[in-house]
Structure formats: C-alpha cells, structure tokens
C-alpha cells in the first residue's frame, strides 16, 4: 500500500503516531487540535514531504539466495555434509554476542547520559478512557489501514474503543509477565551486578503467586587437577594462519596438565588415538588445522575469512596411571582464535 496524504485513515495513522511519540520524548505539538481533521491534514502533507530512499535489492543477498538455490538441485544427499561444515567452518560473525551487546548499549547510555539538555523518555500507559491521549487513534488507524490493505471491513473508533478495553486485560499473560521478569535480569548482566542479586522466579498466574529465590552458582566438576563449570571454554588465542593440530595439543596439554586422545570438529573426527597407536603421534598432528577443517570446494580465500573453529578435545588424566585408563568427563569446548 502507498501511502496517501489525501486518504483520511492514512493521515490519522500518521497523525496518531507523530502526537504519540512527542508525548514521549517530550515534544511541543504545534497545533491547538491535533486530533481535528486540519491538523491531521496537516501532518500528512509534512509526511507525504519526506524522501524516502527507494529500496535497494541487495547483489549479495541475491547471490547467496541463488547459491543455496544451486545446492538444494545438487541433491540432498551431496548437500546435507556441506551444509553442516560450511556452518561450523565458515562462521565469521561474533562468538561473544552477549559482550558486543553489552558494548553497543554502553556506547549508546554514556552519550546519552552526558547530554544535559535531552528529557528522559515518558512513560505511556495504554489509557483507553482518555480521548485526547491519541492512545485510541491510533489502534483505531492502524487497524483500518490494515483492514484496506488487506480488503477487510474497516471499524468505526467506538468500535475499536470497546474491543481495545477487553483486549487489555488478555495482554496480562504468563508470557507477558516471564518477558518483563527476563528483561530485569539482563538489565542486572548489563549492570554487571552480583550474583546475589539475580533471581530465578516461579510464576502461576493462575493462584496468583510468584516465588523468587537466588541462584546458587555453577555446578564445578573435577577435570584432572582444575575445576571448571559447564560455562567454561578452554582457548588457544596464539593462532596463525600456519597453526597445527600439534600446536594446539600439545597447549592444550602442557596448559591443564592431561594427556590429549581424540579431536573432532562437530562429528567430524581430526585424529583418533585408536587408529594412530605404534605410529609417530607428531607426525598424524602435524597437519595444517585450517587444510584439517576445509574440504574441497572451499578456496584459500574463504577460507581465509575463518575467525575462530570450536574443537572438542577428549583426555585422560596421565597422573592416573595406575588405574584403568578412562576418558574424563565434561571437559569444555577447546576454541581456537586465528590472529
């Protein structure tokens, strides 16, 4: 649908949201009856003022589109192995999502903060009672200007008025509530705030009750002679380009003191212990880890893109040697960093 400043239920939907949103940033709205046909007008001739920048289809989102195209004719059979490499090799985007999110929000709070002369945001309760709090206008608008897209009978604003006041209590849900209690927590993380002070909470809306208790820390478990949680990641951040299967071993193992068997990236075994016994254990982990995880199809310039690869590293503890030999449980995930 393109919009129409001439079209009545256009212009209130423009009108309705531009009123609603200085009302929140604390706006002065320059008109005497912004909710009268001429204001609304008015706002919609503004609007209709503005470029819009015409959309601009991607060539690279085209090109990927048409690549995976491509590999669904090729059979599912040659596809699947692909698929499942190319996610784990070929993942550039950044591991620590949570940390670049708590930066981007830092980068954004600290200007903010520092600017004397900008208000604090409103708070805007949905009001339904209130005529002149534009709250109704705009269900009302919007609603109509999705009933015209889409060739629905359009509502008249009582109508809209008495369905809005028996929608809102339905907004009140479990899922509404866990959102709300979800979002304190990350503003907790955010904050970098004690453990003590986040919460696990039960909910029953239909009691009412809610409970809420501190979280006790991570479980630890006995790996050889360090303790880790099922948090923890063991990294190797001195990797180049050149790095071998042998570097990352024999770090790994001069690091946390075990003795290294098997190393798979995903289900895809590196090295076996088994297989490699009476032969030159340096020599099977000496290949190139980059050529180790590429296959083919890839060129040195994709593969050149790789960041970081997860491995997942079995070990026994070599001071056991008295005992049975055993694999050690709940070891972390090795990841492995590229300069």
């Known amino acids: 649908m393109i ?35 001429e204001a609304k007008a008015a706002i919609a001739k503004l609007a209709s003022e503005i470029e819009v920048p015409d959309f601009v289809p991607s060539d690279a989102k085209a090109t990927e589109i048409a690549s995976q195209v491509e590999k669904e004719k090729a059979g599912k059979e040659a596809a699947e192995p692909e698929e499942e490499q190319s996610s784990l090799v070929m993942e550039t985007g950044n591991p620590d999502e949570i940390d670049t999110l708590k930066k981007s929000f830092a980068d954004i709070i600290v200007p903010l903060r520092a600017d004397k002369d900008l208000k604090p945001m409103s708070v805007e309760e ?14 009302h608008a919007m609603a109509n200007v999705r009933a015209q897209n889409y060739k629905l009978d359009e509502m008249d604003w009582i109508t809209v008025k008495i369905k809005a006041g028996k929608i809102v209590p339905a907004l009140a849900t479990t899922t509404a509530a866990i959102a709300g209690l979800q979002t304190i927590e990350l503003i907790k993380y955010l904050k970098d705030c004690k453990l003590v002070e986040f919460r696990n909470s039960f909910l029953n809306l239909a009691v ?17 002679p360090q303790e880790v949680t099922l948090w923890d990641r063991w990294e190797y951040d001195e990797a180049s380009r050149e790095v071998t299967l042998r570097d990352v071993v024999e770090h790994l193992e001069k690091t946390y003191k075990l003795e290294a068997r098997d190393v798979f990236f995903g289900s895809i075994p590196l090295y076996m212990h088994a297989l490699n016994i ?19 199809a890839k060129t040195p310039e994709e593969r050149a893109k790789v960041e970081w690869v997860d491995l997942t590293v079995t070990f ?4 056991a040697s008295g005992e049975e030999e055993k694999v050690l449980e709940n070891v972390p995930t090795v990841r492995v960093w590229f300069q």
């Open 3 to 37: 919009f129409d400043p001439e079209n009545q239920t256009h212009s209130s939907a423009v009108a309705a949201y531009a009123c609603l949103t200085a009302t929140l940033f604390g706006i002065p709205i320059p008109y005497e009856k912004p909710r009268s046909a």
């Open 208 to 224: 009412p009750s809610l409970m809420q208790s501190e979280p006790g820390p991570a479980q630890k478990f006995k790996v050889g």
């Open 278 to 296: 009476g032969k030159d254990r340096k020599q099977a982990l000496g290949q190139l880890l980059l050529l180790a995880l590429a296959y083919p």
């Open 126 to 139: 949905f009001e339904k009672d209130n005529d002149e709090n534009y709250h109704v206008d705009f269900v």
């Open 316 to 319: 026994v503890d070599p001071t």
